[in-house]
């Protein structure tokens, strides 16, 4: 069973500090990864997508990839309480389905 | 660029009756997947169509079909309706199967 793990929350933050999501997976064979963003009563957004091992920035947001520890991290910087929302890592093999992880849950403090 | 576009947004059924949720992927996206969401559960894959073919399939019981039209379009249909199929159902389009997926605005259905 391929399975996608992340700490629940909720993860607390001031308004203006970094904001480190963190999320497992269990399939080796992984090779896309993804983090998805849904406010409450709200459909997921893609934020950002990465393939290859290291960093990518895009604005305030950088996803880091670590393959050899099966581990996938998204960065916000300056969190704006409008940052506040669900954020889910999505991980995907080939041809296969995307698998979610439950979401952490952010809560950017003014 | 139009996104992905579920219908209806909203629907209240009651028990035993059947369902039928429609989504139309952004244009050019010839894979679309299907989810169900529940606070408990989290994000529940159904099956996934490319090209009017399933190509992969979730493990939720034969009340649970779909199916994928010529022009991308996919309809998914729950029949025999049970308080539990109350969820948030979400649908994804992609150009490919191994691509970004994209997200419709769902369908909120309860079941009483």
């Known amino acids: 069973q391929k399975e996608v793990e992340q700490n629940s929350g909720p993860l607390s933050v001031p308004e203006g500090a970094i904001a480190s999501l963190n999320c497992t997976y269990s399939?080796?064979?992984?090779?896309?990864f993804f983090w998805y963003r849904q406010y409450s009563g709200k459909s997921p957004e893609l934020i950002m997508s990465?393939?290859?091992?290291g960093d990518k920035e895009d604005g305030r947001f950088t996803a880091q990839l670590n393959k050899a520890s099966q581990y996938v991290s998204l960065l916000i910087r300056d969190s704006q309480p409008s940052d506040s929302a669900t954020y889910l890592c999505?991980?995907?093999?080939?041809?296969?389905?995307?698998?979610f992880g439950k979401g952490t849950r952010l809560s950017v403090i003014a | 660029k139009a996104g992905v576009t579920q219908t209806p947004r909203y629907l209240i059924k009651t028990r035993g009756q059947q369902v039928t949720l429609s989504c139309s992927p952004i244009?050019?996206?010839?894979?679309v997947s299907w989810y169900q969401q529940t606070p408990g559960q989290g994000l529940q894959f159904l099956f996934e169509?490319?090209?009017?073919?399933?190509?992969n399939k979730g493990n939720f019981p034969g009340r649970f079909s779909g199916r994928q039209f010529s022009n991308s379009r996919s309809e998914m249909n729950v029949s025999t309706l049970e308080l539990g199929d109350s969820a948030l159902y979400l649908c994804?389009?992609?150009?490919?199967?191994?691509?970004?997926?994209?997200f419709g605005q769902g369908t909120r259905l309860t079941v009483v």
């Open positions: 999505a991980v995907k093999a080939g041809n296969t389905p995307l698998v």
């Open positions: 994804a389009s992609s150009l490919a199967t191994t691509s970004e997926a994209f």
């Open positions: 399939d080796r064979v992984s090779q896309s």
């Open positions: 990465i393939y290859s091992n």
């Open positions: 169509y490319f090209s009017e073919t399933q190509r």
């Open positions: 244009s050019g996206h010839r894979s």
